[in-house]
């Protein structure tokens, strides 16, 4: 039927790698194992086919923890480890993709020619059933407390990252929310991505629901505690970007981690499908190595889109909106020197000038 398909979310797990050339055995067959287990076992051939296979954050690489040998972990995920997009280990997954007449996406680290050697970004991407990244969209806002444990924002090269990105792998020429946050149309649906860290800011699925993305796409790395219940962080962003927004969230998350010195359920799993209501499709309820599906509506969702009723993106008051906010993090802090030095990066952290102007209200101890 035509708008119907299944979506696969494939948790897997991620064994970090030291160098590039462990990628393929470390965790790229397992990969490729599962795109061929979810193209014959998920779905509903005549009904709803597998038509998307989504993997988890950083699924080929995982998250380098030593430096070694280099100062730090930009460098060392730079020149050892980040891939280019499209590339050897893309063609791979392209290969599947054409093979099941699927789109399959999930992030990496990469190294963007456009943007120089020595900036690593994490790189969501998309492969359309021809075997073509049609999509790229690097994490706007990298998980922050940690030097060098996230990569590099385009935020922090913004001048340079709209000159070479404008217009590209599914950006709108000339838009900049599209260049940060682009929204591709496909015969599946439009479109949209967001990592991990960045479900924490709701302006980020707004930018992808605002450019009418149907099917937003979010690959993480939720850890502990902030993923399993009590808190269940993940599952509430999840369901609030699928209301709020008025679109389907198909949302993979990490099977165990394979690091040294670190637990292997770190991460807190709960891969899951939200309907546009907010509803959970399906969830998957532990951290273990799993591939689950959920059934895709877009006409449905665009015939919804019609009624005014609890269709809240269309009823925005932008006006007042726009004058809620002010400069707080500055763009471009690193166009000439990668972010290394933490004491910097914290002290743009407007928390002290947020209290002097009296918007917080400081502790009495």
């Known amino acids: 039927m035509e708008g119907i398909y299944t979506a696969v979310c494939v948790q897997a797990k991620r064994r970090t ?6 990628i393929r055995e470390a965790n790229l067959n397992r990969a490729l194992e599962l795109i061929d287990y979810a193209a014959r076992r998920m779905g509903f051939p005549k009904y709803a086919p597998v038509k998307l296979i989504l993997f988890p954050e950083v699924f080929l690489q995982g998250w380098p ?8 972990l ?10 280019q997009i499209p590339g050897e280990e893309t063609e791979l997954l392209s290969e599947k993709a054409r093979k099941y007449n699927v789109y399959i996406a999930g ?29 790229k969209h690097h994490k706007y806002c990298p998980y922050f407390m940690y030097e060098g444990y996230d990569d590099v924002s385009p935020h922090d090269v913004y001048d340079r990252y709209i000159e070479a990105m404008d217009g590209k792998y599914g950006r709108k020429k000339g838009d900049i929310v599209s260049c940060f946050f682009p929204v ?3 015969d599946i649906g439009k479109l949209g991505y967001i990592i991990c860290n960045e479900g924490f800011f709701i302006e980020h699925s707004k930018a992808l629901g605002l450019q009418g993305c149907e099917v937003m796409l979010r690959s ?60 959970l499709l399906q969830h998957v309820l532990h951290t273990e190595e799993s591939v689950t599906a959920a059934t895709i ?18 009823q925005l008051r932008t006006e007042v909106y726009r004058e809620m906010y002010k400069p707080m993090y500055p763009k471009n802090l690193w166009l000439d020197k990668l972010p290394t030095d933490m004491a910097e990066r914290m002290a743009q952290v407007p928390i002290d000038r947020l209290i002097e102007e009296g918007i917080w209200i400081a502790p009495k101890t």
Not at 108 to 132: K, Q, S, V
Request: hydrophobic residues 35%; charged residues 20%.
């Open 107 to 135: 992030t990496a680290h990469e190294i963007t020619p456009e943007l120089g050697p020595d900036y690593p970004f994490n790189c969501a991407f998309i492969i359309d059933p021809r075997g073509e990244v049609i999509y």
């Open 220 to 279: 993480s790395g939720m850890l502990e505690p902030e993923g399993s219940p009590p808190q269940q962080t993940w599952e509430i962003q999840n369901r609030a970007a699928a209301l709020f927004n008025m679109m389907y969230v198909v949302a993979a998350a990490p099977s165990l981690a394979i690091i040294p010195m670190r637990p292997t359920s770190m991460w807190s799993g709960y891969s899951m499908v939200v309907e546009f209501t907010g509803a």
């Open 184 to 186: 591709v149309e496909t």
């Open 17 to 22: 790698i030291n160098h590039r050339s462990e």
């Open 297 to 314: 509506n877009v006409e449905m969702l665009r015939s919804r889109r019609t009624e005014p009723k609890h269709n809240f993106s269309s």
């Open 65 to 72: 923890y030593d430096p070694g040998p280099y100062s730090n």
């Open 74 to 83: 930009f460098q060392k995920v730079a020149n050892d480890v980040a891939i």
